[in-house]
């Protein structure tokens, strides 16, 4: 299998933060450079060492770097969508700017080479017993009855080929019915909101802290046709920003979903529960395995009943009353 390097360019202060987003993701094998650090280490156990190379001083020089590799296939790229989602997150919330540029350069390749290279790992698939995604540059491989998705990827998280996106559509196809109302979490690409309009949601709210995904949501849904009227994309944090409270609170939603971190989940559990229509359903995923217990506890004290667990690998959807 070939592997891609991801760097993550941060600050000494960004290590842990940006380490625990990796984290969240399933990601425990990081690499960290940091020139800081470094120093103190040969400071502190001077005892030990008599010579330094300096080449070995010179490559930890300048901007500190958390690293880590992902498999180059589908799943491998998918993650690094959602590294880049996870990481604007972060950089949205670091408003005192001490995490650096939380960019990422993947083994000396451009983000535009990133784009066009992702087309080969790309293709249709069917998920559930309603759903096929279909990238917009393909062909339909034989005719079918589904729900057919067509997406431009671009850099936003939910293409439809990770766990944790599939399990959310298997719970969408459930409870999406004729008429619902569906606020979607966290919205990335757009893929779920979409879905569910698809699928024959009434109306979706969809959000996400990271500005570049309104524009990628509009855009996949104008792809599948779906009328603007009925689909609103919004770019702000819901658990601060007052405005988008204000927004997502004119209707109540049969149907909540949130595809993020177990983190961000439990932050949002009581104020998903204000939006939620009576006897309506929360859908959440994103949670890697070890982090089960500590959702599940968070929704419990938020006064949800749950009605299901599904797991596929490491990662966990919980829905829930």
Known sequence: ???????????????????GRLYQLGISGLEIEDEQDFKDFLENNKQYWDYVDEELVKKMEGETKVKTYVSDDTEGRELLIAIKSTLSELKQLDVNNEFGRLEI????????????????????????????IKPEWEELNKPTDRVVFNIEPGMSFGTGSHYTTQLCIESLEKYITQGVKMLDLGCGSGILSIISLLLGADMAVAVDIDPNAVDTAYQNADRNGVDRSKYKVLSGNVLTDSDIQAEISKNKYEVVAANIVADVIIGLAPKAKEYMAENGVFITSGIISDRLDDVKNALYENGFNIVSINQRKDWVSIVCR
């Open 105 to 132: 350069e993947l083994d000396n390749m451009t983000e535009q080479d990133w784009a066009n290279n992702w087309r080969q790992y790309f293709h249709q698939m069917e998920i559930g017993e309603k759903v096929m």
């Open 1 to 19: 299998m070939n592997w891609i390097k991801v760097s993550v360019f941060t600050t000494s202060e960004g290590i842990e933060p940006v380490s």
